[in-house]
DNA sequence: CAGCATCCAACCAGATACTG
DNA sequence: CAGTATCTGGTTGGATGCTG
């Protein structure tokens, strides 16, 4: 880990992933391969259409994402992982990991 | 990784360290130890003493970070990282090593 | 189907002043 | 020294209506 603080790269990856529902959309992607605009939105229960616009175009323009439209009536976009965006796994496997313990530990506490 | 992303706990760990100057408070609180709250102040530059409090505060509660109090005049307050705390340092270091590649790779594209 | 435009509410963060 | 209180501006997220 970088000994200097003041040169920390977290936020970087932080400003990624920060987003209320990015975390998700990018489960979705990575374990499902490609999906429709209307399939992620339905994956991602109690997202508005705005807002899954807003967040996918978010990825898209930091490369983490693909967008692919199909010129075709009715309208066809497709979502799926960039290679680039696939090296967020570990990191989002970390994270996982970290906040299922961590949700845990609430609950014991929480029962005590 | 979970395989049920409605279940995800990735935005339990993200609600931890979201918070514009919490990765690099808990930076420092890991590398060196316990600090006074005009130490890391002074190391986290730009903070304001209001952000700061706040910050530590919501750590405090989430059991991440200990305060310890000196009933001194003047006033001494030390924070360190709990041994929980000390179970992120993995996650950090997965986002600052992810993050080091993302800003090195955004850097690259610029000098194109 | 997959958006965009507009408007609005809530939250977050900063500046400033004051205190035990 | 280590805070608290208050005010304020900026950003984020949501509701709704319209479009190729």
Redesign the interface.
């Known amino acids: ?3 200097i ?2 040169l ?7 400003s ?3 987003g209320k529902w990015k ?2 959309i990018l ?2 992607l ?2 499902k391969g490609t999906l429709r605009f209307n399939t992620l939105k339905r ?1 991602v ?1 109690g997202i508005t259409q705005k807002m899954l616009t807003v967040q996918l175009r978010e990825l898209e323009d930091e490369d983490i994402i693909r967008r692919v439209v199909f010129p075709e009536i009715p309208p066809k976009v497709e979502y799926s992982m960039t290679d ?1 965006g696939r ?10 990991q ?6 845990l ?1 609430k609950q014991e506490k929480k029962d005590c």
């Open positions: 880990m970088e000994k603080p003041e920390c790269h977290v936020d970087d990856a932080l990624i992933l920060s975390p998700i489960l979705h990575l374990h994956s229960p680039y090296s967020l796994e570990p990191v989002l496997e970390a994270m996982h970290w906040g299922t313990r961590h949700s530990r």
